[in-house]
């Protein structure tokens, strides 16, 4: 497989479940992201990866935790989830988080549509 | 950066040209990044300008003026398949961490 790919595609969890979301780059890229996209709203950051360190958490509910193992996998862990939470749920990766030439980049998974009941 | 304004929506025939506008705040700025976004689909990178000018790919094109915070996104001899929305996003770098504003998204349909 090529570029970033993201498991499920689709999720319907009720309020008390746990899940987790997927993502996995294939780009050798050394960054990774998660974002939020609900309708009429713009992408919103969650989570910033560089080298498996968090570098960025945008004021994310704890509800959503992120894991790392590695530079290729990021994964969001979620548990006691709102309605409002559900949303298209997307991952991105960049070779770099700046440099120029490019390098920061994203490129994105196809997402996971979550609905939260 | 951040603070991207850019239209909801445009209509434009099949063939024609279009211009999609994108304004930012000009502190932190570091590149100014269009996507496409089908619906339903992740976006897909089109294009990444970091100095002023025109960079053009194919029947797209983009342009930065930096000093005045200003971009836009010129789609030439249009296709059905260009209706899409399209993302204008600015890398803000501040306080040592980097990241990547989007807009709302300018949502362009294309017609016979």
């Known amino acids: 497989e090529t570029g970033v790919t993201q498991t499920p595609r689709h999720l319907v969890m009720g309020m008390t479940n746990k899940k987790s979301l997927k993502c996995e780059q294939h780009?050798?890229?050394?960054?990774m992201y998660w974002y939020k996209q609900s309708a009429k709203k713009p992408l919103e950051l969650m989570f910033v990866y560089n080298f498996k360190e968090q570098t960025e958490n945008n004021s994310v509910p704890s509800r959503f935790s992120p894991e790392c193992p590695n530079s290729s996998h990021l994964f969001l862990h979620l548990h006691t989830l709102q309605p409002e939470d559900s949303a298209l749920y997307l991952c991105a990766s960049s070779q770099d988080l700046a440099g120029g030439q490019g390098a920061e980049t994203q490129y994105f998974g196809p997402g996971t549509r979550l609905l939260v009941l | 950066g951040q603070n991207i304004d850019q239209p909801t929506e445009m209509t434009a025939t099949e063939g024609a040209i279009v211009q999609i506008n994108c304004t930012y705040q000009?502190?932190?700025?570091?590149?100014l990044f269009w996507y496409q976004q089908h619906a339903g689909e992740a976006p897909t990178f089109l294009s990444y300008n970091v100095l002023d000018g025109l960079e053009e790919k194919g029947r797209f094109s983009s342009f930065l003026s930096r000093s005045k915070g200003y971009s836009y996104l010129l789609l030439k001899e249009l296709q059905m398949k260009d209706s899409a929305s399209y993302l204008c996003a600015d890398l803000y770098s501040g306080a040592g961490s980097y990241q990547l504003t989007f807009g709302k998204g300018t949502k362009l349909s294309v017609i016979p």
């Open positions: 000009t502190s932190g700025f570091n590149g």
């Open positions: 780009l050798g890229h050394n960054a």
